[in-house]
């Protein structure tokens, strides 16, 4: 299937996205709740069985280290990290361990987890299961696909279309793939990811968020808490909000022309460097260039005109605001 085809199957029906890449923590013990409470930016203390949040691991100067998908079990916490990042992430979690009774484990090589994404992904996983999670994003609920068990979790909707991610056993990943193109639920390629996710203002960690980026620089209100007591990096992202402001903010942009900008291209106003680009791709919605892209507070208002330095040349680009219109 071409990536046009697989964009528009996201956008009218649905798709799945494999997700064998991310890595999955099991925090047990009595104290795991208030451990991972008092590390990261959202509220997790409150959380009962059954439901979750997006969180963020930020260092004392409110830089992100990482961003994490948090799901309460009855007798655990899931912890989903962005690939590569699971056994970094257990050492830093590990860092902050004393006295507390928590284990932290790695359990990547035990979980599969896919994605259904679209505008009828919640239908294909009553279909499938039989059961759906929550709305609510990172909600979840025990199910079973023919006779594998699974756990069913609504996503953040980094495509901008509804998503319910299908964690099963590793061992039984096969046998969810094959279900899945039983059901006429086919893959959906990066390609046509990139297109779906930049479209919706999606950052990604490792791309648009790294560990010099500060959590009110980019899209963040689903990840912080401003009610939960102390955490790391905290009292910097408090004295912005309250005192003072962030220097550059992740926007969108649209380009003039054909040329996708590669990552790191400069963003230009004037003779002046105000940003950089941290990703791009063409956008089948729009039929042009499209990127994510740090640029400097004042030049950050929707609408405002800058350029993108393409080698020698330059293309006329707008910022956007996130989600783009579409």
């Not at 963020?56 to 990290?81: E, M, P, S």
């Not at 299908?166 to 086919?186: E, N, T, Y």
């Amino acid at each position: 299937m071409a990536p046009a085809e697989e964009y528009a199957l996201v956008r009218r029906r649905v798709g799945f996205l494999d997700r064998a890449d991310f890595g999955v923590l099991g925090l047990t013990g009595r104290d795991r709740a208030s451990f991972l409470h008092a590390l990261v930016s959202n509220e997790i203390k409150a959380l009962a069985p059954g439901q979750g949040c997006a969180a963020t691991l930020l260092d004392v100067h409110g830089k992100v280290q990482v961003v994490l998908y948090v799901c309460v079990a009855d007798d655990r916490i899931f912890v989903v990290t962005p690939p590569a990042m699971a056994a970094k992430t257990a050492e830093a979690l590990d860092h902050y361990l004393f006295s507390e009774k928590v284990a932290i484990e790695d359990v990547s090589r035990e979980h599969a987890l896919f994605v259904l994404a679209g505008a009828e992904a919640r239908q294909a996983s009553e279909r499938l299961t039989a059961a759906c999670p929550p709305e609510k994003p990172w909600s979840h609920v025990a199910a079973k696909l023919a006779d594998t068990p699974v756990r069913l979790v609504s996503g953040g909707g980094e495509t901008g279309e509804p998503e319910v991610w299908i964690m099963s056993p590793a061992a039984d990943a096969p046998k969810v793939r094959k279900a899945l193109a039983a059901a006429g639920i086919g893959p959906i390629g990066a390609e046509a990811f990139e297109s779906l996710r930049i479209e919706a203002g999606t950052p990604v960690f490792g791309h648009d968020v790294d560990e010099s980026v500060l959590l009110p620089e980019i899209p963040f209100e689903n990840l912080l808490s401003h009610t939960k007591g102390c955490y790391p990096g905290q009292e910097v992202v408090v004295r912005i909000r309250d005192r003072g402001h962030v220097n550059r903010m992740l926007r969108g942009l649209v380009l003039e022309g054909d040329q996708v900008p590669p990552q790191g291209a400069e963003v230009v106003a004037g003779d002046a460097t105000i940003g950089k680009v941290t990703s791009a791709t063409r956008s089948f919605a729009l039929s042009r260039p499209i990127a994510l892209a740090f640029v400097r507070r004042q030049q950050a208002a929707p609408g405002t005109r800058v350029s993108v330095r393409l080698g020698g040349a330059t293309a006329a680009a707008t910022v956007s605001a996130l989600p783009f219109a579409r």
